[in-house]
């Protein structure tokens, strides 16, 4: 089967020029001008469009379970949401409910692999350490897993002990794995959250306010400290502080293999959101922090101290007592309300599977922050570098995955719930306008999005074994 997308004009992390592009048996076979197709080929006119590599979302959380919920979007409905964002890979986090860690890998894959619409893989998070998981930790990468998530936070569920950190970061190094961190301060978050409780504050904002700002800024700081004791690498999720990247440019500037991830969340919304009538929509976890922070955020995007967007996408409902409907069917999933009472039982998450090309676009791009070609690298091939995924994923050359994004850079659009197809009732960009809309979306040569049809399948999305990481 043989598609050919004429005259478009391609953007990708180095380059934008207009050519066509020739894609045979799911793989970009030819790039060049004036490419012939057989007589049973299809022909895309891509002139005047904008034609990019599919995004790769290299964080999120799909069918998590959270306190008495899950997160609303599995593996299917949040793939098909990826999908019309623009994103054709995703990476999600293995749960580590036993020691046996290969067990919690067949049991992530049987929550995806039937329902896989994008191709996707998998990072293990490491939330209970012992000698037993530290032998089993290299068998991960025939696994085709090779980055690990550490928290320095959620005591008592997630988080490890420093120096459990240091020891995983030992093995890392010695391994070629990549530790990524989630990097806030446990014991004052614990105490705060104590202390609040017991004077009666339990709306949404004491979320934010009970996880301070800089007990992240610290934190980035402490294990930057300890990769550089171990001389691992180590990666640094969803970074919300002015702080913790300046601590990330200061490392790199010194030299250390220090990458950093950021989400459009943590660039747009501060921790008065969170006193909003219906502040439970952005509880997320490092929550949302100044305007001070935003603009940060928006620094090291823009100077590349943080390499990855992506999206922490961990959706649940805000009122999940009500169904929506999806697929013809009515569905309700627990939600926020859930700590409409107590800001501790808030289901903390967010949606953003489907927000994070189209909003950064607007915002990063025609907004003149970033230009295009950074775009295509921090939504795209950066992360496809970092996790192991390039040039199959990431790029647009012969040889790679036929995964292309057709855009129309003038369409104009009011963002929200009717656009994004993300199995939740809320949207953070509801009401945004933006400039540049997703036309068409190949997945391996196999047109998933039409406009708004859906053409894609469950299933469909393979997994990927992750080659060897890299440090960008
Ligand atoms: O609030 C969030 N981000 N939930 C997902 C888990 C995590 O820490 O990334
Ligand atoms: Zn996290
Ligand atoms: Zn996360």
Known sequence: METLIKSGSIITASESFTADILIENEIIKSIGQDLKIGPDGVIINAEGLNVLPG???????????????????????????????????????????????????????????????VDYGFHMNISKFNDRVAKELPLLQKEGINSLKVFTAYNDRLRLMDGEIYQVMRIAKENNLLVMVHAENGDVIDYLVKKALSEGKTTPEWHALTRPSLGSVESVYRVISLAEQTGAPVYIVHMNTKGGVDHVRNARQSGLPVMGETCPQYMFFTEEDLKREDGTKWVCSPPMRSKEDNAGIWRAVMDGTVQVMATDHCPFYYDGTKPIEYEGQMIAILGKELGKDDFTKIPNGLPGVGDRLLVLWTYGVVSGKISANQFVELTSTNPAKIFGLYPKKGTLMPGSDADITIWDPDKEIIFGTKFSKQRTDYNLYEGWKLKGTIEKVFLRGNLIVDGSEWLGKKGMGEYINCKDISIL
């Open 55 to 117: 995004g790769v979302d290299v964080h999120t959380h799909f069918d998590l379970p959270m306190f008495n919920t899950v997160s609303s979007d599995d593996h299917y409905t949040g793939h098909k949401a990826a999908a019309f964002g623009g994103t054709t890979t995703v990476m999600d986090f293995i749960s580590q409910d036993d020691e046996d860690l290969i067990k919690n890998v067949n049991n992530w894959h049987r929550k995806a692999d039937d329902k896989a619409a």
